[in-house]
């Protein structure tokens, strides 16, 4: 199983620009890295997905390096409304090819005014 | 388009009580998984099935059952309630290209 490591908190003010970067020195082949956000009292909501490189999508950004054993998941301009836990997994492949995804604790990002 | 949906959204138990959780998603999702969250922690996965019929335990599955008898629905049973089984359940469904959609969680309190 491919474990990560992220900072457990961060801090920012609105407008800025927040990285959030994940350890995953263990990660397979066929493993992909996905980010979850997760307000209070909320299921987690699926944000981000990648494999290498760069992937943007409407609410933010990853950039995996070549060697695959991190990633940073790129918020621009955040807003109060952003914090919540981040949470960065490696998919984990089942013998039928099945992923089933293994959470830590998260990154707790506060987001001040 | 309701997505997961849990029932029930809070519920508390007495220790020997037993219960069931159901999730129900219409996303047509072969995949179906149940976590627990401890406060301040992160999700801990109990028991997850891949398809109708089929389930699987995953991380910490004692003291859980469940059962997949059609693919929308991923039930959550509790035989025996213990103080230690106090937690948030959340269910969630996905595709096997999909990222995970999770429903808004079960507040579980055994006293």
Known sequence: ?113 | NAGVTQTPKFRVLKTGQSMTLLCAQDMNHEYMYWYRQDPGMGLRLIHYSVGEGTTAKGEVPDGYNVSRLKKQNFLLGLESAAPSQTSVYFCASNTVEGGYTFGSGTRLTVV
Not at chain 1, 51 to 80: C, G, H, M, Q, W
Not at chain 1, 85 to 100: F, K
Not at chain 1, 101 to 110: D, K, P
């Open chain 1, 1 to 113: 199983l491919a474990k990560t490591t992220q900072p457990i908190s961060m801090d920012s003010y609105e407008g800025q620009e927040v990285n959030i970067t994940c350890s995953h020195n263990n990660i397979a082949t066929n493993d992909y890295i996905t980010w979850y956000q997760q307000f209070p009292s909320q299921g987690p909501r699926f944000i981000i997905q990648g494999y290498k490189t760069k992937v943007t999508n409407e609410v933010a950004s990853l950039f995996i390096p070549a060697d695959r054993k991190s990633s940073t998941l790129s918020l621009p301009r955040v807003s109060l409304s952003d914090t919540a836990v981040y949470y960065c997994l490696v998919a984990d492949s089942m013998d039928t090819g099945r992923r089933a995804l293994t959470f830590g604790s998260g990154t707790r990002l506060q987001v001040q005014p």
